[in-house]
């Protein structure tokens, strides 16, 4: 798979390192986010922004110097036909005393070999992964993909069109959150990995912003001043209308894949598989099937 940094990623400063944070002047990001599509990054990447920002009238800062050579910066390396880390980790130079990082849920398709160089040249970064319900996230995506032209409109009803949408190589390697963890678990040091979910951004984004804060070792207790927690720009588009047929059709067809996530991901995605009126009980050989099944998948299609 041909790869270049940035892959469309968005950096954003954070905040003061707060307690035993990364070494100032070392460059390189201190976190990645590294997805997943549909499951809060953008809050997320608004919620950080937002933090290194002072307080300052309506109008935006005009671009000096310092965005002229981030921007020039990028497009030299996006295109480049190799991963350049060592100037990929020169875009973070100007952070200073801040905490700075990379948001992209395309970081979610990256294969072991990759990210094993990355936590390789960079082995203090913390990583962060936004899960979702595979069911309420597919639609989310595709609801998002229709709504920007990125493909066309479909007749939501019938199951053969949403199928020829859903079995895409590209959104089915997004689809798989118990498989992307596992892909970043084997090289990321346990201490520097931690998931969270939608369902928590949903019920309490508040809260939810405090643990991510403190994970970063950022100070949980700073205000929100522009961006509240809960605001979240996608909530309000219109998603697809999704129905009991259709619905129930994407359960079965993510079914072993909620129950992994119930048995791999716990927190919120225990609750998954009974919102589709699966059991929870799994056996040790239903899991053992099932996660051979879909590591030789991911294996196949990556």
Known sequence: MRWTWPFNGRAGNGQHKHGNGSDADSAGPDFLCVGVHKGGTTWLYQQLDQLSRVQRSSSSRCRDERDRCFLESINRLSAKPYIDFEHYARLFEQKGPLLSGDISPNYSTLSNKVIRQIIGYFPKLKVIFLARDPVERVWSHLSMEVHYHQIESFDVTDIDEVNRNLLRRGLLLRSYPSAVVARWKRYVHPDGFRIYFF????????????????????????????????????????????????????????????????????????????????????????????????????????
């Open 199 to 302: 369902d928590d951004l949903q019920r309490n984004p508040t809260e939810l912003r405090r643990s991510i804060l403190d994970f970063l070792g950022a100070d949980p207790d700073k205000p929100a001043n522009r961006v509240p927690a809960s605001d979240n720009s996608w909530a309000s588009m219109e998603k697809l209308p999704l129905t009991d047929e259709v619905r129930s059709h994407l359960a079965q067809f993510f079914k072993k894949e909620l129950k992994s996530c119930a048995a791999r991901l716990g927190g919120a995605a225990r609750d998954w598989p009974a919102r589709y009126g699966f059991s929870l009980l799994l056996s040790f050989w239903d899991l053992l099937d099932d996660s051979i099944d879909l590591f030789f998948w991911c294996d196949w299609i990556s």
